[in-house]
């Protein structure tokens, strides 16, 4: 017991603290150490499990109606030279009929606004809240924390009934405000406990030559916050794209129905044009996985070094 | 160019008794390089950022050239400021860096850019400009830290232990530097740093802080003669003053089986302390003698060979306990370890502070 059945963490543990060292120094001029077999098998076996239904759902979009029904997708990567078997007749139909060109449209009308001002709100919240000094800063802060614990779906009844009022239901505004209320105390937690890691000295400076609170925040904070304020971007993005709640319920279906919406409304009653549904699944992934991939490098943070020694 | 004043300026931090700063009294002359040394947590850096405007004054006032800043914001003191880590920008070039504050002030882009190269220059900076703090060694981004200031043409400079981080070589060489061009500046300075070395050879004149308070504000040469306390006395000059309490007799102080003589008014002033006086004598003020010339015998315990002289510890059984004493001899007479040897402190350089209160008398 001593011997075989306490190796694995002992071996693991290291692994994970000098990858961790390594993205804290910087990276660049330290020594890589490879990661041990046990955590290199744990990391496979988890790529492996969430990539598998992902290849099912690319391979499926591809066949037709009859194949998807009776085989199963793997059996299509038997002779995957066979061009037969694979159409592109799901995309194309899920595009113009599906609705799905519209509704991609309509998912980026919605996304970028409701990713853009949050972060604009929560920047300068976070600033407020690292920075100046003010009654009740602490108490304030601390209520928006616990709003992270209140679960958004109390707020849509009473968010209708107040957009019926100024006549907003099934307006894009009234997503935008949603999706900026309900990610606020994530951002505004998330970016003020970055910037209370930005060297005070830094601002001490900005005061003595001659910056007012506008400027130390467009010129400094904000280009030294870039790896904080794209990763909540990322995330946040991400989370109003694969929404289906909130537009389900303040745009609904129809002409401003959003992909995620779009989507659930393509399989019929009886079960049919499931194929089409994954064409539209995927097409639907297609932009997360672009984000995230192109955008991912923001998430290692290396700005500030060389600000201070140290 | 400017005259700085502290009146009575006191900063209290909050839930604390004691105030950081204590009713300072502070008057530098326009162009003087003056340096607040101190130990740490003494209020030397407080009394700087009080002066930028980093910190709030809670009673009295400072002024700078006759003008009342003490409730001012740092933007409108006309200050410039190194910082002990530089606080540089990091995401801007070292141009930049210099640039910024003149930016914010609307200065015309020819002004900058004229202003910024000619403090590249003085710092032999030139070739960094387009680099970004990060790729500077420390000694780089230490002058960075100096031309951003230097560019505000400022009325006063303000240093807080900008030498600090850089390693001893650099520092030496730094110090030097820094002080050759504030005297080519003219600039008025005020600069804190825990180290007595630099603040004796950079300073016109250096204020030695203690607890808040403000012990004694001298020429180095003034302070290293003349030390008003016990204090200063042990915490200006390396190696540190032997300071001992001795008891007074009639003539002086009873040191050892040694008279050390004083005059009459200095026993006179003495004499409330309790039968008892403080004296002190520097390493280079004491004489190693032969066995039978009255010295007191102390057995060697380190011997620091500078090269050009040695400083000998020491201790010696005096009153009952192990009393510690450090001699600087030439290198000829150099003892060895474990060995005895006699000392004499040279009678016209003792120190006599009141045992009691520990000024000097």
Not at chain 1, 164 to 178: E, H, I, K, P, R
Not at chain 1, 267 to 276: E, K, T, Y
């Amino acid at each position: 017991m001593t011997t075989t059945s306490n190796t694995p963490p002992p071996v693991a543990a290291p692994a994970h603290t000098q990858t961790k060292a390594t993205k804290l120094t910087g990276g660049h001029g330290d020594k890589i150490h490879r990661p041990s077999w046990f955590a290199r098998i744990v990391v496979g076996i988890l790529c492996f499990v969430w990539i598998v239904p992902t290849v099912g759902l690319l391979v499926t979009s591809f066949r037709g109606p009859e194949d998807a029904l009776t085989s199963g997708w793997w059996t299509a990567l038997a002779s995957p030279f066979d061009l037969t078997q694979w159409t592109i007749a799901n995309y194309s139909e899920v595009w113009t009929e599906g609705g799905m060109g519209r509704a991609f449209l309509n998912s980026f009308v919605v996304s970028v606004p409701a990713t853009i001002i949050p972060i604009m709100i929560a920047a300068f919240a976070a600033y407020a809240f690292t920075f100046m000094e003010f009654r009740g800063r602490d108490v304030l802060f601390v209520v928006i924390v616990g709003l992270l614990v209140v679960p958004n779906q109390v707020a849509l009844v009473p968010l209708l009934r107040i957009y019926s009022d100024l006549g907003l239901n099934g307006t894009f505004l009234s997503v935008w405000l949603a999706h900026a209320g309900f990610g606020m105390p994530l951002a505004i937690y998330i970016l003020r406990n970055y910037m209370a890691t930005l060297p005070r000295g830094i601002i001490e400076s900005a005061k003595v030559d001659g910056a007012n609170h506008f400027a130390t925040f467009w010129r400094l904070i904000v280009p030294m916050s870039v790896p904080a304020l794209a990763s909540f971007a990322i995330f946040q993005f991400l989370w109003v794209w694969n929404d289906l709640l909130i537009a389900l319920v303040f745009l609904g279906t129809g002409d401003n129905a959003v992909v995620t919406v779009n989507v659930a409304s393509l399989v019929g009653s009886q079960g049919q044009g499931w194929q089409l549904l994954t064409a539209g699944a995927f097409l639907s992934m297609v932009v997360p996985l672009l984000v995230f991939v192109s955008l991912q490098r923001y998430f290692v943070r290396g700005l500030t070094a060389g600000s201070v020694k140290g | 160019m400017a005259t700085v004043s502290y009146n009575k300026a006191t900063r209290i931090y909050a839930g604390q008794e004691r105030p950081a700063v204590n009713e300072l009294d502070l008057q530098i002359g326009d162009g003087e390089f003056l340096v607040l040394v101190g130990p740490s947590g003494c209020g030397k850096s407080t009394s700087l950022r009080m002066l930028a405007g980093l910190e709030d004054v809670d009673r009295g006032q400072i002024l700078i050239d006759q003008r009342d800043v003490t409730h001012l914001p740092p933007k409108s003191r006309d200050i410039a400021m190194v910082f002990q880590n530089y606080a540089l920008y990091p995401h801007m070039t070292v141009y930049e860096n210099m640039a910024f504050a003149l930016k914010l002030r609307k200065t015309s882009k020819a002004e900058i850019d004229r202003r910024v190269k000619e403090a590249a220059q003085l710092l032999q900076l030139d070739e960094y400009l387009s680099r970004k703090p990060k790729a500077l060694s420390g000694g780089q981004r230490q002058r960075v830290a100096m031309g951003r200031a230097i560019v505000r043409e400022p009325q006063v400079f303000l240093m807080d232990e900008p030498l600090s981080n850089l390693d001893a070589k650099l520092r030496v060489q730094t110090r030097s530097q820094i002080a050759t061009l504030q005297a080519k500046l003219g600039i008025t300075t005020v600069y804190v740093t825990h180290d007595q070395v630099e603040a004796m050879t950079m300073g016109h004149r250096v204020a030695v802080m203690l607890d808040g308070v403000l012990q004694q504000c001298d020429t180095p040469r003034a302070l290293y003669d003349t030390p008003q306390n016990v204090f200063v006395a042990g915490f200006i000059g390396s190696p540190a003053m032997n300071i001992k309490t001795v008891p007074l007799s009639e003539q002086g102080a009873s040191f050892a089986q040694m008279i050390l003589p004083m005059q009459r008014e200095q026993i006179a002033a003495a004499s409330s302390g309790g039968g008892k006086v403080t004296i002190g004598f520097r390493p280079e003020a004491t004489d190693l003698v032969g066995p039978h010339e009255g010295g007191l015998p102390i057995v060697v315990d380190l011997v620091e060979d500078l090269g050009s002289d040695a400083n000998v510890y020491g201790h010696a059984a005096l009153d009952g306990g192990s009393e510690r004493f450090v001699v600087r001899t030439d290198r000829r007479g150099m003892p060895s370890m474990g060995e005895t040897v006699f000392i004499k402190p040279q009678p016209n350089h003792v120190h006599a502070f009141h045992a009691t209160n520990g000024n000097r008398i």
